[in-house]
């Protein structure tokens, strides 16, 4: 994993990358924000798609429910970066579009924009 810190109006974002996959459950969840607050001091993360499980995306799962509130809880703020058109669930769309519609979760299709939303957020 690596996390590179940028500054974006005078707001620090962590943007995580790597090759593996680094949520699969809520702990793993808890153990990446906890990395990225204390390299970074960081409470914005950018996440490619990627690092993230798929059952995140499957919500019967209830995984994503578990884990954006746990990041709600820490008050870390967070946008996934990837292609979401490929999901089918209508119920995962609705997700989707509530969260870029807040202020707390976005999913863009790149990082620029993940930066812009994050940076922009309350």
Do not use: W
């Not at 429910?65 to 946008?79: P, S, W």
């Not at 996934?80 to 707390?104: A, K, M, T, W």
Request: charged share 25%.
């Amino acid at each position: 994993m690596k996390i590179a810190k940028v500054e974006a109006g005078g707001k620090d974002i962590a943007v995580v990358s790597g090759d593996e996959v680094l949520v699969t459950d809520v702990q793993s969840a808890l153990d990446l924000m906890a990395t990225v607050q204390y390299e970074t001091g960081c409470d914005r993360i950018v996440l490619d798609k990627a690092l993230v499980s798929e059952s995140f995306f499957d919500l019967k799962t209830r995984l994503a429910g578990e884990i954006l509130q746990k990041f709600i809880n820490y008050r870390v703020k967070a946008a996934f970066v990837g292609d979401f058109s490929g999901y089918g669930s209508q119920s995962l769309r609705d997700f989707i579009y509530e969260c870029n519609h807040g202020n707390d979760f976005f999913f863009v299709p790149n990082e620029e924009q993940a930066i812009e939303k994050l940076n922009a957020a309350r």
